[in-house]
């Protein structure tokens, strides 16, 4: 576990940040970045999903980020503790924090990457 009660797996190419352990991607979305620091990265993302998502009751980011020929794959999203919610609506919220030229923008320039 890292600080603040966040669990970081790194387990060959990939690394996972949760709250809570084993990782469920209940609602997910995915997408490619160039290569950078994944930890940070992670970090980033899993912060600019939490304020996208923070209104839905129970929910809980993950990030996954796996290092691969074309570049850095990330899944994001995570767990919902609530019964019912929204999964199309939610996912398509997480594509959209994923998708966000602004955010990739910012997520490369503070990690060194995507020069």
């Known amino acids: 576990m890292s600080g603040r009660g966040w669990h970081?797996?790194?387990d060959g190419a990939c690394l996972t940040l949760a709250r809570r352990l084993p990782a469920r991607f209940d609602v997910e979305a995915r997408t490619v970045l160039p290569f950078t620091g994944r930890g940070r990265l992670a970090a980033q993302i899993r912060q600019d999903v939490w304020r996208a998502l923070q209104g839905q009751r129970g929910f809980s980011p993950v990030v996954e980020i796996t290092a691969g020929a074309e570049g850095?794959?990330?899944?994001a999203g995570g767990r919902v503790e609530n019964a019912r919610f929204d999964r199309e609506g939610l996912e398509r919220r997480v594509a959209e924090v994923l998708a966000s030229p602004a955010n990739r923008r910012r997520w490369l320039r503070g990690n060194g990457g995507g020069r």
């Open 8 to 10: 970081v797996r790194r």
């Open 72 to 75: 850095l794959a990330v899944r």
